[in-house]
C-alpha cells in the first residue's frame, strides 16, 4: 500500500523516529501502525547491541527528594556523547525514570530496569531512545538514601551527584552545612562515613601496604606493625568523611563542623553518583 507523508508523521509523532526510518518501518509494515512500532523498536535492539561495547563517559544525573526532605533517589544515565546528554527526550527519559524510582523505590538497578513506564520496561524505553539516538545509553549508577535530613548536591555540568542524609538534627537548620558537606563527597570522593565502615578487606590491604614500605625503607621488622598503623591512621584521614579535614577550613574535621551546628549531628548515609 501506499504510505504518505501523513503516515510518516504520524509515526515519528509516536516515536519519535527520524523520517526516513519511519518510512522504511510502515513500508515493511504494510502501513501497520502497531507492526511499524515494533520493526523500529526492534532497529533500536539493533542499535543498542552493536554499541553494547561502547563506553558512556557522558550523560547526566536526576536526582528527587521527598517534600520533607527525608528520602532522595539520584539515577545516572549515560550516554556517548554531551549532545545527547542535553538531549530533550534524553532529559525527559531521564526524569521519568528518576521519578519512577522514586515512586516505588526498587532495592536494585534490575528492578527499576524491568519496572514500567508509559506502556514499556525502563529497559524497552532506554533501548528505543537508543534506537532513535544512534548512541549507547544505560542506567550507570541507580542510589537512593533515607535519613533525619536528606541533601543532595548536583553539580554545575549535571554529572556528578550527592546523597547526603544527616541524622542528630535536632530541628537545627543543617541545610547550608549540608551543602558543604555533600559539596565535600563529591570533590574529595570518601570511601566511607567512618573508620569503622571500611571494609575490612581494604583495612587489611593498607596494612599489608604499609609495611612493605615501612620494610622497603629499611625499618626494622619489630616497627612495621606501628608504622602501618600510623599509615592506616593517615588513610582514615583522608578517605574517611567524618575524619577529612573540610576543605573551606583545614583547621577542623568534618565531624566537627556538624558537630558544632549542633550536638550529635553526623551523617548517616551518603551516595557519590556519577556518568563516568
Given at each position: 500500500m501506499a504510505i504518505t507523508a501523513q503516515d510518516v508523521n504520524k509515526l515519528r509523532q509516536m516515536t519519535g523516529a527520524g523520517m526516513m526510518d519511519c518510512k522504511k518501518a510502515l513500508t515493511e509494515a504494510d502501513g501497520d501502525f502497531e507492526a511499524a512500532v515494533d520493526i523500529l523498536r526492534k532497529k533500536g535492539q539493533k542499535v543498542s547491541a552493536s554499541?553494547?561495547?561502547?563506553?558512556?563517559?557522558?550523560?547526566?544525573?536526576?536526582?528527587?527528594?521527598s517534600d520533607d526532605s527525608t528520602f532522595g533517589v539520584a539515577v545516572a544515565l549515560g550516554c556517548e556523547t554531551d549532545f545527547v546528554a542535553k538531549n530533550e527526550s534524553f532529559q525527559a527519559l531521564g526524569?521519568?525514570?528518576?521519578?519512577?524510582?522514586?515512586?516505588?523505590?526498587?532495592?536494585?538497578?534490575?528492578?527499576?530496569?524491568?519496572?514500567?513506564?508509559?506502556?514499556?520496561?525502563?529497559?524497552?524505553?532506554?533501548?528505543?531512545?537508543?534506537?532513535?539516538?544512534?548512541?549507547?545509553?544505560?542506567?550507570v549508577t541507580y542510589e537512593k538514601v533515607t535519613g533525619?535530613?536528606?541533601?543532595?548536591?548536583?553539580?554545575?555540568?549535571?554529572?556528578?551527584?550527592?546523597l547526603l542524609a544527616l541524622k542528630g538534627v535536632n530541628g537545627a537548620d543543617v541545610t547550608e552545612v549540608g551543602k558543604d558537606v555533600a559539596m565535600q563527597i563529591a570533590a574529595m570522593k570518601p570511601i566511607a562515613i567512618d573508620k569503622d565502615d571500611v571494609d575490612t578487606t581494604v583495612v587489611e590491604r593498607e596494612i599489608e601496604v604499609g609495611k612493605e614500605l615501612a620494610r622497603n625503607e629499611g625499618k626494622p621488622e619489630a616497627m612495621l606493625d606501628k608504622i602501618a598503623q600510623g599509615r592506616l591512621q593517615k588513610f582514615y584521614k583522608e578517605q574517611t568523611l567524618l575524619n577529612q579535614e573540610f576543605v573551606k577550613d583545614n583547621s577542623k574535621t568534618i565531624a566537627q563542623l556538624l558537630d558544632g551546628v549542633t550536638k550529635g549531628l553526623t551523617v548517616s548515609a551518603f551516595k557519590r553518583v556519577t556518568v563516568a
Open positions: 554499541r553494547a561495547d561502547r563506553e558512556t563517559t557522558e550523560g547526566a544525573v536526576f536526582i528527587k527528594l526524569n521519568s525514570i528518576a521519578g519512577l524510582a522514586f515512586d516505588h523505590k526498587f532495592a536494585t538497578t534490575d528492578e527499576l530496569l524491568a519496572a514500567t513506564i508509559g506502556g514499556y520496561t525502563v529497559e524497552s524505553s532506554i533501548i528505543d531512545l537508543c534506537g532513535k539516538i544512534g548512541e549507547k545509553i544505560s542506567i533525619d535530613k536528606v541533601i543532595s548536591y548536583l553539580h554545575s555540568n549535571a554529572k556528578l551527584g550527592v
